[in-house]
């Protein structure tokens, strides 16, 4: 399982591409605003630039026509840039033509086995189950992983799985567990996986030993 980083922090993003295991970015209009710009263009460059692989952008249309004139443009910034497109009607017709013309998609916003399949129907690279929001809700957002993994591997779909809204390192490992190609999370998740007291514990015993006997 592959994981990206979701955020739109660029100081973020370059601390964690240090460490060789991100494989990408997701990135939406709050990532963006929170960085206190409206300038998403060059965010997405700078982002694209650091990371080369996938970088989700979404669109803020929400016609069809208009978001396939969006995607476009969003896609001209950069030769990894996926387009974002929510799990609506008139997403799917944008997923459809944007995919005949290679552009790839990531369809977002999936809280349905039936809109994961009618997205990998039309074409998205990518489709995005949030498995926090599901769990807020009071469903089980990592069940709804599993099973569009499984009926992905039964049809033999290309259309890898992005399990999102991850909450914390136990949802990352659930990701894991139930087969999805990748799981997109915080940085603050990506710095709880690495941590572990005991590994805190051993180095610092470690350094105290050898303190000892170099005195």
């Given at each position: 399982m592959q994981i990206f980083l979701d955020t739109a922090n660029i100081d973020q993003i370059r601390q964690a591409a240090k460490l060789g295991v991100i494989s990408g970015v997701t990135t939406n209009p709050t990532?963006?605003?929170?960085?206190?710009?409206?300038?998403?263009?060059?965010?997405?460059?700078?982002?694209?630039?650091?990371?080369?692989?996938?970088?989700?952008?979404?669109?803020?249309?929400?016609?069809?026509?208009?978001?396939?004139?969006?995607?476009?443009?969003?896609?001209?910034?950069?030769?990894?840039?996926?387009?974002?497109?929510?799990?609506?009607?008139?997403?799917?017709?944008?997923?459809?033509?944007?995919?005949?013309?290679?552009?790839?998609?990531?369809?977002?916003l999936c809280f349905s086995l039936n809109q994961a399949l009618l997205g990998a129907l039309a074409g998205a690279a990518y489709v995005s189950p949030f498995v926090g929001r599901l769990d807020d809700a009071g469903h089980d957002g990592m069940q709804l992983v599993s099973d569009i993994v499984g009926v992905f591997k039964y049809y033999d779909f290309p259309t890898r799985v992005i399990a999102a809204s991850i909450r914390h390192p136990q949802h990352c490992l659930a990701a894991a567990e139930a087969g999805a190609d990748i799981a997109t999370v915080p940085y603050s998740v990506l710095m709880q996986m690495i941590r572990h007291p005991l590994t805190d514990i051993g180095v610092a015993r470690f350094l105290a030993d050898w303190r000892r006997v170099s005195q």
């Open positions: 990532l963006v605003s929170n960085e206190k710009t409206s300038d998403y263009e060059t965010v997405t460059r700078t982002i694209c630039s650091i990371i080369p692989g996938s970088v989700s952008v979404e669109v803020l249309a929400e016609d069809s026509d208009s978001m396939i004139k969006e995607a476009r443009v969003k896609a001209s910034w950069a030769p990894n840039v996926t387009i974002k497109i929510p799990a609506t009607a008139d997403g799917l017709q944008a997923i459809s033509a944007l995919s005949k013309e290679n552009i790839a998609v990531n369809m977002t």
